[in-house]
């Protein structure tokens, strides 16, 4: 990817949070269509063309930012948030146009499945109405849905811009534990194991819900007490939807290394036949798994 694009998604990150009303913010005003260089970004630029949801830079395979709104007139409700102030996403549905005969279609198709496949994170605006748009930092895209909708998670740079040790020292750091920081990067390396998860199989290990917005990319050795190299290791995950996470995650289940459920004591019968737990259930493992399930066992199963 080009060092210019680079820098104006590093610019979507410092600017993350600022409501910007007019165009000249987003792409210069209207003599010059044009942002002049600054510190982020080398050359003239924009951030967005806002003509439409997708914005491709001219010549480009990929996707450099993403107009989403909430408008029914477009392609509906496009942004799951995270909380109530609408500042933070959990999730962007980003749909192509769904006309067959639209002529971006293709185009936005294949320029969303370049980003996809080549971890490159986009852009996200949020147009609250006409002229009124709040930058919402970065997002990566980690799935594509049988409906046609590419699922965006959050995606931070600020991550990357630590070196390795920094960041042990980081997230190690008590204090800083609970800051931004932290939760930025642990939202960062949570979006890349989903999509190292996905690339294996795309349903929960148990039950095999399939939906991907759904799916949570569980870690068996939690992302606190795990190495950097951990904490991305595909074998430490498993891909559950958001039930059996949360028996997994508090500890109510976990696998012996034949991949064999073990259940709390803890639940009662009627619960464990509302979620689906049997006693003969069984995951298929790897050899890699074993070493984090032994420590699943001994530090998180509630016996
Ligand atoms: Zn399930």
Redesign the pocket.
Known sequence: MELVHEGILKKFEILKGKLIVGKADIKGSNSEERLPPDEYVSEAHILHNLVRGFYKPAGKPYILSYQATESNKNYGKQIIWRDNNQSEFLRIEMAPPDKENDYSKKSDIASARYNLKNNIPLGILHKIKKGHNRILGLGIITSERNDGVFVVEPFSYKGLLYPLDELKRLINDEEINTSFVAEVVQRRGQAIFKKKLLEDSAE??????DEPSLLIASHIKSWKYSSNFERLDKYNGFL??P??DKLFDQGFITFTDDGKVVISNILTPKTKKTL?LTEGLCIILDEAHKKYLSWHRENCFKG
């Open positions: 929960c290990a148990i039950c095999r819900m559950f939807c039930n059996h689906g």
